[in-house]
């Protein structure tokens, strides 16, 4: 059975940093694409990053870009999201997501971690 | 980029409706659109890939169409489980979502 298990609630101050993690089992990492997307309050989602099946391609948002950096540990099967110069509008549920491709949906999702950015 | 805009933010309806959703891309995304389902504190849900392709263990009462810019998520007898929020979204270029729309009972 596929599942993405994501670490726990967070809270962390302006300008902090934080790393998020995503524990895969049913599959392996290195044959998927892997997202982050995130969901502030009361909004919609947003596309955050992802990597590919060999690791060679990463993308980020705009809004992410020099500020957060994905990678993953292949030999624990773990996705990673190192958050860094956390602002206030960084604030939301974060969710990992696999795709069997960077041309795919969206298959299987974590059940979200929450990112509190607060002093 | 490409913009999604999904239609409407939010309807009610009764157990049994017909509901139809609209997801319009602000350019051709050909038939790349996948829809989801969230509902709060559980892992969003894919229901639809590829405009119209139902994923394996989705209700058959979903359905999707459309192709280029203009497409439909249709349920077609709503059930308790299905008050939730959907979203559409576009993996032709790079990855966007639409608004979301919350339907309610």
């Known amino acids: 059975e596929v599942q993405l298990v994501q670490s726990g609630e967070a809270l962390v101050q302006p300008g902090g940093s934080l790393r998020l993690s995503c524990e895969a089992s049913?599959?392996?990492?290195?044959?998927?694409?892997m997202y982050w997307v995130r969901q502030a309050p009361g909004k919609g989602l947003e596309f955050v990053s992802c990597?590919?099946?060999?690791?060679?391609?990463?993308y980020y948002g705009e809004s992410v870009k020099g500020r957060f950096i994905i990678s993953r540990d292949d030999s624990d099967n773990i996705l990673f999201l190192q958050m860094g110069s956390l602002r206030s509008e960084d604030m939301a549920v974060y969710y990992c997501?696999?795709?069997?491709?960077?041309?795919?949906?969206?298959?299987?999702w974590g059940q979200g971690t929450l990112v509190t950015v607060s002093s | 980029d490409t913009q999604m805009t999904q239609s409407p933010s939010a309807l009610s309806a009764f157990v049994g409706d017909r509901v139809t959703i609209t997801c319009r891309a602000s350019q051709t995304i050909t038939k790349w659109l996948a829809w989801y389902q969230l509902k709060p504190g559980k892992a969003p849900k894919l229901l639809i890939y590829e405009a119209s392709m139902l994923k394996t263990g989705v209700p058959s009462r979903f359905s999707g169409s459309g192709y280029g810019t203009e497409f439909t998520l249709t349920i077609s007898s709503l059930q308790p489980d299905d008050f939730a929020t959907y979203y559409c979204q576009q993996y032709h270029n790079y990855w966007t979502f639409g608004q979301g729309t919350k339907v309610e009972i």
């Open positions: 049913g599959f392996t990492l290195r044959g998927y694409a």
């Open positions: 990597i590919n099946g060999n690791g060679g391609t990463t």
């Open positions: 997501a696999r795709g069997e491709s960077l041309l795919s949906p969206f298959d299987f």
